[in-house]
């Protein structure tokens, strides 16, 4: 299992995690992407390209949230 933003999915050795942001978007449309939001695995923060080719981990935990613009 891995949590992406609090909530536990299953996925399945080899899985990227844009392909668990595809699936998690197929029941949630335009919910999450990588081109600005900031996401964190495990607390370690991953540029967009880097994100997309993270291949999870059991027990991962992913958090993706919007970047904000300060002003």
């Not at 999450?32 to 370690?44: C, E, P, R, S, Y």
């Not at 967009?48 to 059991?58: G, W």
Request: hydrophobic share 40%.
């Amino acid at each position: 299992m891995v949590q992406l933003n609090k909530t536990e999915f299953t996925f399945y050795p080899g899985m990227t995690l844009e392909e668990l942001v595809d699936d998690y978007n197929a029941d949630h449309p335009g919910q999450l992407a990588f081109d600005g939001f900031v996401v964190l695995v495990n607390g370690t923060a991953f540029t967009s390209l880097q994100a997309r080719e993270k291949t999870l981990q059991d027990n991962d935990k992913i958090i993706i949230l919007p970047l904000l613009d300060g002003g």
